[in-house]
């Protein structure tokens, strides 16, 4: 399977612990995009980072989550001291280029809960 | 603020009716508008796309009516089944400049009753 690979699929944390969620994009695909969804909501958009890069990170929250997408291995979402209200499904997608088709391809998505 | 504008927040239709899923959007700036079908535990997957020069775009049973001077678009299903079943998200993004984000509406839950 080719497609968008994310763990863990499911992830529980007590408050104050950190949460890591891995994504790995398609074959070929250099451009990463973090999206979180909340029960009953649409996604929120967070991050896109390509290699080595953080391009936009306007809907990341200014404290505590951080970003990274090295030469080497998969995109990685880091939240620090984990609050209930980061109780949330977590999805990842990729892209070949700069989306100028505009198709994100998107992974099944990490479910954080938060105790 | 919600750039994107989604209804109805749930819809039930016999099988073989015509769903249709509407969407409202205030930056004159996006030029790109997908839709996206989602199963319980599953990531979003691209259905359709249409961009702004057209008016309506035909994918299958899948059809996106667009209409610039609103700025609304729809997404209709014909011959609805019940493996049509699931959530739809209508999106919209900037594709010219800037990281192309999308921007999702909040998303509606079909059921399509056999």
């Known amino acids: ?115 | 603020q919600q750039q994107v504008k989604q209804s109805p927040q749930s819809l039930i239709v016999q099988k073989g009716g015509i769903p249709i899923i509407n969407c409202a959007y205030e930056n004159t700036a996006f030029d790109y508008f997908p839709w996206y079908q989602q199963f319980p535990g599953k990531g979003p997957a691209l259905l359709i796309a249409i961009r702004p020069d057209v008016s309506e775009k035909k994918e299958g049973r899948f059809t996106i009516s667009f209409n610039k001077s609103a700025k609304q678009f729809s997404l209709h299903i014909m011959d609805s089944q019940p493996g049509d079943s699931a959530t739809y998200f209508c999106a919209a993004s900037r594709m010219k400049g800037g990281s192309e984000k999308l921007v999702f509406g909040k998303g509606t839950k079909l059921t399509v009753n056999p």
């Not at chain 1, 291995?73 to 939240?79: F, K, N």
């Open chain 1, 1 to 115: 399977n080719a497609g968008v690979m994310q763990n863990p699929r499911h992830l529980v944390r007590r408050r104050g612990q950190e949460a890591r969620l891995r994504c790995s994009p398609m074959k070929g695909h250099s451009h990463v995009y973090w999206y979180r969804q909340l029960p009953e909501e649409g996604l929120k958009f967070m991050v896109y980072l390509q290699k080595e890069n953080i391009i936009d990170e306007s809907g990341m929250p200014k404290e505590r989550f951080s970003a990274e997408f090295p030469k080497e291995g998969p995109s990685i979402l880091r939240i620090q001291q984990v609050v209930r209200g980061d109780s949330a499904a977590y999805f990842c997608a990729s892209s070949p280029r700069v989306p100028g088709a505009g198709e994100l391809f998107f992974g099944e998505g990490s479910r954080l809960t938060v105790l």
